[in-house]
C-alpha cells in the first residue's frame, strides 16, 4: 500500500476499522447523528475507478453491495446514500450511508445544513437514534460475516 503522511486516510484515522484486506478497508464512521455510516476504502492511492482494474472495480463495488444490503437488512433505513467524491484525498472510497425520515439532514444531503426540526420531530428522532446505536453491534456482526464470506468465496474461485 502506497502511503503518505499528508493522506488522512492512509493515517487511520480514529474509527473503527470492520474489515480488511490488502485492497479494502471497511470503517465504521464515527459521525454524530449519522448511526450506521460505513465507508469503503480503495487502500491504495487511486483518484479515480477508471484507474482500477475491472476485476478490481468489480470487486470494491460489491463490497459496497455488501455494506448496503448488511445496513438495510439490520438497520432498516428509509433510503441509503451512495457516495463517492474523493475531492480531498487519492483514494477511492465510497460512503454509504444509511438514512430516515427523521435524520437532522433528510430529505438533502450528509453534507447540507441540517433541515429544521420542531422539539417533537427531535425527540421522535433522539429515540430512533438510541434503538439505531443499540443495533449498531449486530449490524457491525452481519456485515463482518458476510465480508468474510464473501473473501472466503474470492479466495476459492
Known amino acids: ?83 463517492q467524491f474523493g475531492n480531498m484525498v487519492p483514494h477511492l472510497h465510497w460512503h454509504v450511508i444509511p438514512r430516515w425520515a427523521t435524520d437532522p439532514y433528510f430529505p438533502q444531503a450528509i453534507w447540507a445544513p441540517a433541515t429544521a426540526r420542531n422539539p417533537s420531530q427531535l425527540a421522535v428522532w433522539a429515540d430512533q437514534q438510541a434503538i439505531l446505536q443499540n443495533s449498531l453491534t449486530s449490524y457491525h456482526q452481519v456485515l463482518t460475516d458476510s465480508l468474510n464470506l464473501f473473501a472466503e468465496k474470492q479466495a476459492t474461485t
Open 1 to 83: 500500500m502506497s502511503t503518505s503522511t499528508s493522506c488522512p486516510l492512509c493515517q487511520k484515522p480514529d474509527t473503527q476499522l470492520l474489515w480488511s484486506n490488502s485492497l479494502i478497508h471497511v470503517i465504521a464512521v464515527n459521525e454524530a447523528g449519522l448511526p450506521g455510516y460505513t465507508r469503503v476504502i480503495w487502500a491504495e492511492h487511486r483518484p479515480e475507478m477508471t484507474d482500477l482494474y475491472s476485476a478490481d472495480r468489480a470487486m470494491l463495488m460489491e463490497i459496497v453491495w455488501l455494506v448496503e444490503a448488511a445496513q438495510r437488512q439490520v438497520l432498516r433505513p428509509d433510503k441509503i446514500n451512495l457516495a
